[in-house]
C-alpha cells in the first residue's frame, strides 16, 4: 500500500513539473513577442503630396434653366376664311412681313370695286356741290351732305381695304415657323391658329437663384450655358433681368439671361445648365478632391509633418485636420477654414492613411489635378 502511494505522489509530482515547465517556456514565448511587437515600427505609407498654394477663382453659382423666346407667338387669322395660298414651310426660318398665308378675298375684292365707284361718284358730286356753292346756286346743307357723302364713300373703301390686308397674315418678327396647322383650301376660323413663330437669336434663358445671391447678382454678370443635347458645345451670355421680387414660398428670385444663339440649336423649352460668372476674381486656396477625406462627421485632409523618429532622425508624418470646403471645380475643391498657404499635405493614397502613420512621399505617378479636365475615351 505505501509503495503504491509513494508512486502516485511521484507521477504526480512528475506531471506538475512537466507542466509548471510549458507554462514557462510559454510565458517566455508571449513575452518576447510583446516586447518584439513594442519594438516592431511599421514600414512608412507611400502616398503623394501637394503644397497648398492660394490662386485666383471667378465665383460662379450654378443653376438649371429654361430655354425661352425672346419673341414668340401663335400666329393666328384675324377673319374667317379659306386658305388660298401658303407661303412657307413647317421648321422655316422667315423674316419680318414675310407672307405666310393668303385668305379668300374675291367677295371684299369685289365690294371694294363697287366701294371705289361709289367713292369716285361721291367726290365729283363734293366738287359739283362746292362749284354751285361759289356761284351761290345751293344752300350750304347741299355742300355739307355732298362731303358727308364723300367721306362716307372713302371710309368703305379704306374699310375694306383693311379687310383685305387683314387675310393677308405675315410674320410680325424675324423667326422660326413651327410645324404649321393649316392646309390649302381650309376654313380658317375667326383667331384660327396657323403656326408658332419664334425668335431664337437672340434667346433667354430663365432660371432661378436663392436670394442669398442677390447681395453679388447684378445685371451685366457673364453666364455660360450648356445644355445635355449638345455636350461639347456652349452658349454665352449675360444677365438682362433680375425680378423684383422673391418668390415667398422658395426664397428664390427670378434671373433671365441672354444668350448668343447664331446656329439656333437651342430652342425654346429645352433644359439648361447655367453658370452665373462674378464680375471680378478672388484668391482661394483649392486642393485636389482626391486629398479629401469625406465623413458625416466632417470633413478632412492629411497634413505632412517633420517630426523625430525613434533614432532621432527626421521623418514625414501624417496629421489629421477638419476642413471647411467651398466651391467645387473639374478635379479641384476650395478649402474655406483649416489649411494655410504653404502646408503640405497628401494628395492621393489619403484613404489608406491614419492619424500619425509615418509617409513616404512619391510623386512620379501622381494623378494632375485640372481646373477643366477634359476626360479621353481609350
Not at 376660323?189 to 434663358?205: F, K, R, T
Request: hydrophobic share 45%; net charge positive; charged share 20%.
Amino acid at each position: 500500500m505505501k509503495t503504491k502511494t509513494k508512486l502516485w505522489l511521484a507521477t504526480g509530482a512528475g506531471i506538475l513539473v512537466i507542466v509548471l515547465g510549458l507554462v514557462g517556456v510559454k510565458a517566455a514565448q508571449i513575452g518576447s513577442m510583446i516586447s518584439a511587437g513594442k519594438q516592431f515600427v511599421p514600414p512608412p505609407e507611400s502616398v503623394s503630396s501637394i503644397k497648398v498654394e492660394p490662386t485666383q477663382w471667378r465665383p460662379s453659382t450654378s443653376a438649371t434653366g429654361s430655354i425661352v423666346a425672346v419673341r414668340g407667338v401663335t400666329v393666328g387669322s384675324e377673319l374667317p376664311g379659306v386658305v388660298r395660298e401658303i407661303g412657307f414651310d413647317s421648321g422655316a426660318s422667315v423674316k419680318r412681313g414675310a407672307v405666310l398665308v393668303k385668305l379668300d378675298t374675291s367677295t371684299e375684292e369685289a365690294q371694294l370695286d363697287a366701294a371705289q365707284a361709289d367713292a369716285k361718284l361721291a367726290r365729283l358730286t363734293a366738287d359739283r356741290a362746292r362749284t354751285l356753292r361759289a356761284r351761290e346756286a345751293n344752300s350750304i346743307s347741299d355742300l355739307d351732305a355732298a362731303d358727308a357723302k364723300l367721306q362716307a364713300a372713302n371710309a368703305a373703301v379704306a374699310s375694306l381695304r383693311a379687310v383685305i390686308a387683314k387675310k393677308t397674315i405675315r410674320a410680325p418678327f424675324d423667326g422660326r415657323v413651327a410645324i404649321r396647322q393649316v392646309e390649302l383650301g381650309q376654313v380658317v376660323p375667326a383667331g384660327g391658329a396657323i403656326a408658332s413663330l419664334q425668335s431664337v437669336d437672340p434667346i433667354y434663358v430663365e432660371f432661378w437663384l436663392p436670394q442669398q445671391q442677390l447681395a453679388s447678382l447684378t445685371e451685366g454678370q457673364q453666364v455660360v450655358a450648356k445644355s445635355d443635347t449638345f455636350p461639347d458645345a456652349t452658349w454665352k451670355g449675360r444677365v438682362s433681368t433680375i425680378n423684383t421680387e422673391v418668390d415667398v414660398a422658395t426664397r428664390s428670385v427670378r434671373v433671365r439671361a441672354t444668350l448668343d444663339n447664331p446656329d439656333g440649336r437651342l430652342r425654346p423649352g429645352m433644359f439648361a445648365n447655367v453658370e452665373v460668372l462674378a464680375n471680378q476674381e478672388r484668391p482661394v486656396l483649392s486642393i485636389p478632391a482626391t486629398a479629401v477625406m469625406y465623413a458625416p462627421y466632417g470633413d478632412s485632409v492629411f497634413i505632412i509633418d517633420q517630426k523625430p523618429g525613434p533614432d532621432g532622425k527626421q521623418q514625414l508624418v501624417a496629421r489629421q485636420q477638419f476642413v471647411r470646403l467651398g466651391e467645387r471645380r473639374g478635379d479641384l475643391v476650395a478649402v474655406a477654414d483649416g489649411l494655410s498657404a504653404g502646408e503640405t499635405i497628401v494628395s492621393s493614397g489619403a484613404f489608406k492613411v491614419r492619424n500619425g502613420m509615418s509617409l513616404m512621399v512619391n510623386n512620379d505617378l501622381a494623378p494632375k489635378a485640372e481646373l477643366a479636365p477634359t476626360p479621353t475615351d481609350r
